[in-house]
């Protein structure tokens, strides 16, 4: 269930990036968020 909590967040912040609503309202951080989180799961697998 995580899982799909998990996704459904990150899609919608990367279809906020692409649409340029996280560069409005200055929150770019959030990619580099989602970076971080998906980050050791690439190192453990």
Same mark, same amino acid.
């Given at each position: 269930?995580?899982f799909i909590?998990y996704? %459904?967040?990150?899609?919608? +912040?990367? +279809?906020?990036h692409?649409t ?15 970076? %971080?989180?998906?980050?050791?799961? +690439?190192?453990?697998?």
């Amino acid at each position: 269930m995580l899982f799909i909590l998990y996704y %459904v967040i990150a899609i919608v +912040v990367l +279809v906020m990036h692409f649409t340029g609503a996280l560069a409005r309202y200055n929150m770019e951080w959030l990619i580099l968020v989602l970076a %971080v989180t998906v980050f050791p799961a +690439v190192i453990y697998l």
